[in-house]
């Protein structure tokens, strides 16, 4: 949950506050928690009374609830500043180029556990990079999202750009194109025969009702498919992230 007048999102979920607190505990501006999970967060209370900041033991869950929308606040909810995604841009872009990285992006994934789901499969197995746009049924980064990611957020850096379909274009010529797409002829193994070792790696994912656009679909250097028995026609759209994920991090 965004709070709007003070520019905040709520952080919720005992392994997302824990890892915030551990990694980036400057960006925690008010900490609220139950009494039995006070003992967690000892440090960190102690570095916010040194910095004047509010922190407390609530006298009720409800108020958790109330402060996160969500009832699976886990006892902890910690205030932060709005986070401000940075803008993916053509030099950048070239810089991932040049380093060989290897990069998740999402075609409108609307659902913000989904996102979540995925961020953390990708601090997983190391892949630091996701890019997000700014289309209306695109997932953005909220309350739902970092408690899903547990703890993976810290790990994973999200960028965003005018929409996938963009991105694809402006990697031409850059990186490897790769879209998921559960009627390509390519199978997830063929991977590895299909990116040159050392090249940067672009994987597309779609949304979770209509998959990748027309338009990425038709730019992607490649098209793979997770084979599976038939009986149903894909997986929920992170499950697929995580197997591509995967592929991603041994290639």
């Not at 309350?143 to 694809?168: N, P, Q, Y």
């Not at 997770?226 to 991603?248: R, W």
Request: aromatic share 6%; net charge neutral; proline share 2%.
């Amino acid at each position: 949950m965004k709070n709007k007048q003070r520019r905040e999102l709520a952080v919720c979920g005992f392994a997302a506050v824990k890892a915030l607190a551990e990694r980036h505990p400057e960006r925690i501006q008010r900490l609220f928690f139950t009494q039995d999970r006070a003992r967690h967060f000892g440090a960190l209370c102690k570095a916010m009374a040194s910095a004047r900041k509010i922190y407390r033991v609530v006298e009720s869950p409800a108020e958790l609830e109330k402060l996160s929308q969500s009832v699976h606040h886990q006892g902890v909810v910690a205030m932060i500043a709005e986070p401000e995604i940075p803008r993916l841009d053509e030099t950048t872009l070239a810089e991932w180029f040049r380093s060989g990285e290897r990069v998740l992006a999402l075609d409108r994934v609307g659902n913000a556990n989904n996102l979540g789901a995925i961020v953390r499969s990708a601090a997983f197995f190391g892949i630091s990079k996701i890019v997000i746009g700014e289309d209306d049924e695109q997932a953005d980064v909220s309350t739902s999202s970092w408690r899903v990611a547990e703890g993976g957020m810290e790990f994973v850096e999200i960028w965003k750009v005018s929409s996938a379909s963009w991105l694809v274009s402006a990697a031409a010529g850059k990186m490897t194109r790769v879209g998921a797409d559960h009627r390509a002829r390519n199978r997830l193994s063929d991977l590895r025969n299909l990116v040159e070792k050392g090249e940067g790696v672009l994987v597309v994912m779609g949304n979770e009702e209509t998959g990748l656009s027309a338009e990425v679909k038709a730019s992607c250097d490649h098209l793979v498919r997770i084979p599976g028995t038939g009986d149903v026609e894909s997986l929920n759209v992170a499950q697929a992230a995580t197997l591509f994920l995967y592929e991603l991090a041994n290639l």
